[in-house]
């Protein structure tokens, strides 16, 4: 049984056992008093059952937030530091160059697919493009990228050289993209928290430090860390699902005493009205 059948399907039957349909029909019999007890009693484990559910929720979402950030780290083991630069951990500084380097990264594209754009500052037998003044500061002003050798040939003409051929716009499409991605995935992991009030960030409960210049032993560490807490955090709902069972058995065998107590009254009284 699901889930959503736990907290739907076995409500309906308690809810119609109120105290006073069942006063004003039986009066306050031992039958009744004994069916209001069952009823308390149900009730209380229904509520035990619906705070565990809630609280598989919380542990299952905060188990995808987990999931989510392995899969950045992983995806970072296919970036070169030393080729394309670190990764600032700042998240202010993240989101920043996110933004410079997708501007970039669409400055590029847009010389590779619009020639009248080339042929509006050059010429139209120019086999050279021009690419934006901030799409060059972004190649000789960030710290992280200014010196990495991925970038080495879009700053093959100079400081202000904006001209690039063809294959530079290819080069720079491919390392803006790389850079792109892993920046994102960088913030991604960074912005990784809990599903609990009040949320946590998750590489700070798994006492991670994220670095700029990272490698992938430090990211296969940083993985099985997550991995670890990620598996803890699986057996916590399998416990939660015990318990759930419990009230839920609880909860169907008051029910029933209930029912069963209201349905000798209604015996009783029909005795009586029969004389």
């Not at 004994?34 to 188990?63: F, H, P």
């Not at 380097?101 to 050279?128: R, V």
């Not at 093959?156 to 390392?175: F, H, K, N, P, S």
């Not at 700070?204 to 032993?217: A, K, V």
């Amino acid at each position: 049984m699901s889930i959503d059948q736990v907290s739907n399907s076995q409500t309906q039957a308690i809810n119609n056992l109120n105290s006073e349909s069942v006063n004003s029909k039986f009066g306050c019999s031992v039958q009744f008093m004994y069916a209001q007890l069952q009823m308390e009693l149900a009730s209380s484990n229904k509520d035990k059952a619906l705070e565990k559910i809630s609280s598989i929720r919380v542990d299952q979402q905060t188990s995808a937030n987990y999931t989510s950030t392995i899969n950045a780290m992983r995806d970072l083991k296919s970036y070169d530091c030393e080729k394309y630069g670190e990764l600032p951990t700042d998240p202010k500084a993240l989101e920043q160059e996110i933004a410079n380097c997708q501007a970039a990264l669409n400055d590029f594209t847009s010389l590779k697919n619009d020639k009248a754009y080339a042929d509006a500052h050059i010429g139209k037998n120019s086999t050279c493009w021009v690419c934006e003044w901030s799409t060059h500061d972004y190649l000789f002003d960030n710290e992280y990228v200014k010196d990495a050798p991925g970038f080495d040939t879009l700053r093959c003409g100079g400081r202000y050289d904006r001209y690039q051929v063809m294959t530079e716009i290819d080069a720079g499409i491919e390392a803006f993209s790389t850079r792109l991605n892993a920046l994102q995935n960088m913030q991604s992991i960074l912005n990784a928290k809990t599903a609990s009030e009040p949320a946590t960030s998750i590489i700070s409960d798994c006492n991670i430090t994220l670095s700029s210049n990272f490698t992938n032993d430090d990211l296969d560490s940083w993985i099985a860390s997550l991995e670890a807490t990620q598996e803890e955090i699986g057996t916590d709902i399998q416990q939660e699902m015990v318990f759930i069972q419990d009230y839920m058995g609880q909860y169907n065998s008051y029910t029933q005493g209930a029912s069963s107590a209201i349905s000798e009254a209604n015996d009783t009284l029909k005795n009586v009205a029969r004389g």
